[in-house]
């Protein structure tokens, strides 16, 4: 959804008038952008353009304010990637080397990149709002403003402590995924074979009461098939997979199997699909429609979300190299049919839904 008078034009590629029609009158909301990590390591000023001249836009440069208005783009959940206290065999050597670089690491990090984004508002006050409400999104999207949440990726920046996420409630975080690449004092991730089987910790069970109860969205995104199972049994909420795809299209372990789209639809939550090659494979933005439509068919149309994970050292799909691709998501849906009322619903009405039912 686009203010009135903000001039937004989208410049990838010719969209129809109809498709620009339905993506105007929408609200378009992506539940994972990684463009805080770029901002604490390199300065990077979201408020600025930038453009990814590499080859297949890799790895980053996927999103700053002004190309999120030329596409259309109203809402973003910012994620915190934040380095643990101690490195586990199984992360990733990427992190790894994240940790070895940066002198910061947990709770007080995440406390920082929180800043960051807070930052961001006061160099761009009339530009972007840092939201605590799901309520206040169209408020503040009606005066012209992108919206910024704040998601967590991965609960071990918490320390194993639960008074470090009400610290971190207190500063503006309204989304926590329980693992990201390691092991936490919750769970287990899902690219860690070893952990097959292994549910919940004692520690997770209690991090999923306290963030029910604080109003905070649970995000399933990276968590084991154990750890799924056991979080959708206890949640009373709606949750979230921030940044995903579906197995049956594409085997990788990051994405989710046909079962648990159905377990989390029944659940009233919502998968955001990511726009990386890693999760949909090699076919280009017809493919991310082709995950979209899955998720729709298993799950249902109330489950089905935008998670590109830009700025996520991802590899953006072909016609996907940066945030302006989203008119022709749209263009691409209505191209195969899909009613206009579902288009809306997964560009931004169902996660806005979740988010209004779990944060108020």
């Known amino acids: 959804m686009v203010a009135a008078g903000c001039g937004w034009t989208p410049r990838l590629e010719a969209t129809s008038a109809e498709a620009l ?11 994972h952008v990684d463009t805080l990590l770029w901002t604490r390591l ?57 940790h070895w670089w ?5 709770v007080e990090q995440a406390l920082h990149t929180l800043d960051l984004l ?7 006050p009339d530009e972007v709002s840092f939201v605590r409400r799901g309520s206040d999104i169209l408020h503040e999207v009606e005066r012209g ?8 990726e991965g609960a071990h920046a918490l320390e194993g402590d639960l008074s470090n996420l009400r610290r971190l409630y207190e500063r503006g975080l309204r989304m926590v995924g329980l693992v990201h690449f390691q092991a936490t004092a919750a769970g287990y991730p899902m690219t860690a074979p070893e952990f097959y ?13 306290e963030l029910e109860e604080l109003g905070i969205v649970i995000d399933l995104a990276h968590l084991n098939a154990a750890g799924v199972w056991d979080a959708l049994r206890m949640m009373h909420r709606p949750c979230v997979v921030s940044h995903t795809a579906c197995k049956a299209l594409h085997d990788h ?3 989710l199997t046909d079962r648990q789209l159905e377990m989390i639809g029944r659940n009233g939550g919502i998968v955001g699909v990511a726009a990386g090659r890693d999760f949909i494979g090699s076919g280009g933005i017809e493919a991310f429609l082709d995950h ?3 998720v729709i068919e298993v799950a249902g149309a109330h489950s089905v979300a935008l998670g590109s994970d830009y700025d996520g050292f991802i590899i953006p799909a072909g016609r996907m190299g940066d945030v302006r691709a989203y008119p022709l998501v749209t263009q691409g849906l209505l191209d195969r049919g899909q009613p206009a009322q579902r288009i809306a619903m997964a560009l931004g009405a169902n996660a806005l839904r979740v988010l209004i039912t779990v944060c108020g």
């Open 197 to 209: 089987g292994e549910g919940l910790t004692d520690f997770g069970r209690d991090l999923v009461t």
């Open 145 to 152: 403003r992108f919206v910024a949440m704040a998601g967590l």
């Open 21 to 31: 029609a339905l993506h105007r009158s929408s609200l378009v909301l992506d539940l």
């Open 253 to 255: 372990p990051r994405n």
């Open 102 to 106: 940066e002198q910061e690491h947990g």
């Open 42 to 98: 390199f300065g990077y000023d979201a408020g600025l353009r930038h453009q990814n001249r590499l080859p297949l836009h890799p790895f980053g440069f996927h999103f700053d304010l002004p190309r999120a208005q030329e596409a259309g783009l109203d809402a973003a959940v910012m994620g915190l990637v934040i380095n643990p206290v101690q490195v586990r065999p199984e992360l990733i050597w990427p992190l790894k080397a994240l």
């Open 118 to 124: 807070s930052n961001l508002v006061d160099a761009h």
């Open 292 to 294: 979209v439509e899955h």
